[in-house]
T-cell receptor, first 115, second 111 residues
Framework: EADIYQTPRYLVIGTGKKITLECSQT?????MYWYQQDPGMELHLIHY???????EKGDLSSESTVSRIRTEHFPLTLESARPSHTSQYLC??????????????FGEGSRLTVL | AQTVTQSQPEMSVQEAETVTLSCTYD???????LFWYKQPPSRQMILVIR??????QNATENRFSVNFQKAAKSFSLKISDSQLGDAAMYFC????????FGTGTSLTVIP
């Protein structure tokens, strides 16, 4: 079982609230990712990081932001949540040296519902 | 651009039978990796099997095997002797510099 953890697992909040989804991994991986996953849809990359102080936007436009101050920690923040942000958010990581060949390790996901 | 297509949104199989999940991809790269991931309900996505494009031999992991047709850009997953625990969403994925996922196939195992 991969050592990558996401909290909270489930969150229901009202519109306009600020939320932070936490993601931590204990494997020392340099590359970390955030995916958005809707039912019956593929995973959409919204943010990624290649290491400390490195953050990039993914293919899917997102109003969220991320930070990477420590290798093991990659939180995602929504400043003002809206119903359109309702989705499952998956965090993943893989080592830099294995970046094009290695598997992604996933957290259990954070399911967000915005009312 | 790389794309991954899974044309079967849902599949079902009788316990102990064999099922094949389809996946096609598009790429202009010659060296890449392909994966099948399994996502059980409310649980972590985990790797099922990996195939290196430069290897002609199809990957096998216990009851899971792939049929990799590089020229046809096809990468199907065969599950033999299906078990109840195989019920999950299965995602085909391609990786070069980034990961690209298909839309998934929901597999139901009928007792």
């Amino acid at each position: 079982e991969a050592d990558i953890y996401q909290t909270p697992r489930y969150l229901v909040i009202g519109t306009g609230k600020k939320i932070t989804l936490e993601c931590s991994q204990t494997m020392g991986h340099d590359k970390m990712y955030w995916y958005q996953q809707d039912p019956g849809m593929e995973l959409h990359l919204i943010h990624y990081s290649y290491g400390v102080n490195s953050t990039e936007k993914g293919d899917l436009s997102s109003e969220s932001t991320v930070s990477r101050i420590r290798t093991e920690h990659f939180p995602l923040t929504l400043e003002s949540a809206r119903p359109s942000h309702t989705s499952q958010y998956l965090c993943a990581s893989r080592p830099l040296w294995d970046s094009n060949t290695g598997e992604l390790f996933f957290g259990e996901g954070s399911r967000l519902t915005v009312l | 651009a790389q794309t991954v297509t899974q044309s079967q949104p849902e599949m079902s199989v009788q316990e102990a039978e064999t099922v094949t999940l389809s996946c096609t991809y598009d790429t202009s790269e010659s060296d890449y990796y392909l994966f099948w991931y399994k996502q059980p309900p409310s649980r972590q996505m985990i790797l099922v099997i990996r195939q290196e494009a430069y290897k002609q031999q199809n990957a096998t992991e216990n009851r899971f095997s792939v049929n990799f047709q590089k020229a046809a850009k096809s990468f199907s997953l065969k599950i033999s002797d299906s078990q109840l625990g195989d019920a999950a969403m299965y995602f085909c994925a391609y990786t070069g510099n980034q990961f690209y996922f298909g839309t998934g196939t929901s597999l139901t195992v009928i007792p």
